[in-house]
């Protein structure tokens, strides 16, 4: 399928009902309660990073993204139940697949190879469950990165910076490359708390869809950090969306952070502003470390609140974010389903 057929498609289905994204990727690699050996496979059974300071163990546990290499039937499992529990749209394992992130594993080198796995094993499984009347799309994955390009880490030098533009722009393209060239339908730019970070994403992402002569759909959802309404790097929900339109995305919306109670105002500014299609996937509530899956909301209440974003007109796309698993993505569906979706009224 050429990229504007898929524009197309994606734009269609997302016309006639709301779609479903799926959930947490993190979540459920826990329940597998993978150890240190399992991280590193047999491929990194015995490695160690040359560079490390003498006397030093660098330990891979945690390092999620790896396990498309290392642990690839993992992913692919996880893929397909949320597919089976009814996802129209799979995002990639790659959300700290960028040099930036893997440098603190000191597994730079590997970002390409681990994002174009990744798509790959997100391509097997949504075509094994695509059908004519639900075709099944894969989201590439980009994380916002450990690092923020407009606020210092340093308390004591606001200008101080840990990374460049520049240097975010080129661990982006690497990361979009290896996306499109493992199947990857569309782009995703999640979770963002600094839009300057974002930007560098799309500026990369445009630079790609230069050298390549063609387009693919890009989202973008953005990250409310508490109650003041804006993300980390200041910016209010307007703010954000009108720094972002220039990239012309099939969605805008808010993930991450806050559950959907408290996301409600945010994702109802945003869908009264936008002249796009509205995504949202709040985490499972506030986080609890007594809970199963570490948050406080069980299926039956996500789905009732993302139930209640539909009627009110607010979405296009729903799904969850940290602690939401397959039961919840089945839960809101089922609850989507029948809802029309939000008018989309194009003022560009």
Known sequence: MTAPDLAARLADAMSRRILVLDGAMGTMIQRYKLDEAAYRGERFASWQPADLEAGKQLFLKGNNDLLV?????????????YLAAGADLIETNTFGATSVAQADYHMADLAYEMNLAAARIARAAADKF???????????????????????????????RN???DELVAAYHEQARGLWDGGADLFLVETIFDTLNAKAALFAIDQLFEERGARLPIMISGTVTDASGRILSGQTVAAFWHSVLHARPITIGLNCALGAALMRPYIAELSKIADTHVCVYPNAGLPNPMSDTGFDETPDITARLLKEFAEAGFVNIAGGCCGTT?????????????????????TR
């Open 69 to 81: 290499l290392t642990q690839p039937q993992v992913i692919g499992e996880i893929h397909e139940q």
């Open 163 to 165: 990374v460049s533009f």
């Open 326 to 346: 397959p039961a919840h993505i089945a839960a809101i569906a089922a609850a989507v389903k029948g809802v029309a979706p939000r008018a989309v009224i194009h």
């Open 130 to 160: 695509s059908t004519p009347d639900q075709p099944r799309f894969v989201a590439g994955a980009l994380g916002p990165t450990p690092k923020t390009a407009s606020i210092s880490p340093d308390v004591n030098d606001p200008g101080a």
